[in-house]
């Protein structure tokens, strides 16, 4: 499936086809998302079906307003509306307890629904458009790397989806924060460019840390042991230790992809080295695009210089925490 540029008859040729219970893959500032009508089990099991995703994950409703959050919400709670109106439309995605009728299919079995306003022009002309929820994990292979360009969404899921919007590359890079409304304790379920720190500040109130992923595999999205990884085995090295490392593989004869932070690393036909931004959201942006690039190298290995353990770097440390091995 090739991408059609998301210009005004594209978006509503996708509308149409979301209407009629298929499958098209848009942009959004964090990753491109795949979408169903959300309120069509069918068109939703779709989604799984292409992704090889198991059924008990929910996935996130994207919604065009934040006074649609009381169509799909039995209950919006104060702190829901704060958050919606400081940081919607934005990368925040809220848990609530869901409607009798939204499909078990888009919640994965639970009692709760995710929801999320995206801040992407193609996005929210596609919502008004369409006028209803889209059901939209990321338009990957299941825990596989998340896709930040439309091509990568053709290379990925090719003719699995009827349709592929092309927006341009993600801003953001990386997925959305999750926070969970729907019980007496407010908990960060999956962080993101939206800090703790910035949710707590507007609730005027603490947050619980995610649950660990044992005890929470399928609570939110993105909550598997390992996510967003690369087929080429992946392993994370700390600042420190990445030379001796990377002479080790070297003396090996391995062939090795290297995604630097710090480190001043000369390549060689034997090492690839992509220097990554020395900003958290920089990084981030570019982050998914550099490993997909080295993951189609076919190479032994893929080193990642460990980045700072900073809050501002919290969701990057998240994802590749899930993505690679740990020395």
């Not at 998301?6 to 996708?14: F, L, P, W």
């Amino acid at each position: 499936m090739k991408p059609i540029l998301a210009d005004r008859d594209a978006i509503e040729r996708a509308a149409y086809l979301l209407k009629q219970g298929r499958l098209v893959a848009f942009p959004t500032e964090t990753v491109y998302g795949l979408g169903a009508d959300a309120s069509n089990p069918d068109a939703v099991q779709g989604v799984f079906a292409a992704k090889g995703r198991p059924s008990d994950h929910p996935l996130i409703v994207h919604i065009a307003e934040a006074a649609a959050m009381k169509d799909w919400a039995a209950f919006v709670p104060e702190a829901a509306t704060r958050l919606a109106a400081h940081f919607w439309p934005g990368p925040l995605a809220l848990v609530l307890k869901k409607k009798a009728w939204v499909p078990l299919a888009v919640t994965g079995g639970q009692d709760t629904v995710a929801l999320r306003m995206p801040n992407h022009p193609v996005a929210l002309q596609l919502l008004q458009a369409f006028g209803g929820g889209i059901a939209a994990p990321s338009a990957n292979r299941f825990c596989r790397i998340s896709p930040t360009q439309a091509a990568h969404v053709a290379d990925e899921l090719g003719g699995a989806v009827d349709m592929i919007l092309d927006g341009g590359a993600c801003q953001v890079g990386v997925e959305s924060t999750i926070v969970d409304l729907s019980g007496d304790r407010l908990r960060l379920l999956r962080p993101g460019q939206i800090s703790r720190n910035a949710i707590e500040a507007v609730l005027q109130t603490g947050l619980l840390m995610p649950p660990t992923v044992g005890q929470s595999a399928s609570r939110a999205p993105g909550m598997m042991a390992v996510h967003y990884a690369p087929v080429t085995t992946a392993m994370l090295c700390p600042s420190g230790q990445l030379v001796e490392r990377l002479q080790n593989f070297i003396a090996d004869g391995k062939k090795i992809g290297l995604l630097a932070y710090h480190a001043d690393i000369t390549e060689t036909p034997q090492v690839r080295v992509i220097q990554m931004p020395e900003q958290a959201a920089d990084f981030a942006q570019a982050l998914y695009a550099s490993l997909r690039e080295l993951d189609q190298l076919r190479l032994d290995i893929i080193l990642v210089e460990q980045p700072p353990g900073t809050e501002a770097w919290r969701a990057i440390n998240d994802r590749l925490g899930k993505a690679t091995v740990v020395w």
